[in-house]
Nanobody, 126 residues
Framework: QVQLVESGGGSVQGGGSLRLSCAAS????????MAWYRQAPGKVREGIAL???????KYVDSVKGRFTISKDNAKDTLYLQMNNLKPEDTAMYYC????????????????????WGQGTQVTVSS
């Protein structure tokens, strides 16, 4: 059982930056996959960035070059640095974790992850 608690959301103007944090109850060095998803009103939850236990990362095209996923194993915390924010980035952002080492890390669906945080709201105004 992995408990995840996000923080760092808020309201920002377009072009601004935010850093989201996700504190994990388990040692992050041992978590096979960790990811950030987001869900805008009326839309499905979409995966936007992941990091595996080796530190390899992957991003969806819409955030590539603007967002950076990272983790601090000393603090057992996952981060999402978001720069040059756009109104279309407005959504609830969720941290996710998966321990199933037999699976390849990905973010195609919500079923790629078993453990979820409660979410943190990000609102970007134009």
């Amino acid at each position: 059982q992995v408990q995840l608690v996000e923080s760092g959301g808020g309201s920002v103007q377009g072009g601004g930056s935010l850093r989201l944090s996700c504190a994990a109850s388990e040692a992050t060095y041992g978590i096979h996959c960790m990811a950030w998803y987001r869900q805008a009103p009326g839309k499905v939850r979409e995966g936007i960035a992941l990091i595996d236990s080796d530190g390899s990362t992957k991003y969806v095209d819409s955030v590539k070059g603007r967002f950076t996923i990272s983790k601090d194993n000393a603090k057992d915390t996952l981060y999402l640095q978001m720069n040059n924010l756009k109104p279309e980035d407005t959504a609830m952002y969720y941290c996710a974790a998966d321990l199933r080492t037999y699976r390849r890390c990905d973010y195609y669906t919500i079923y790629d992850y078993i453990y979820w945080g409660q979410g943190t709201q990000v609102t970007v105004s134009s």
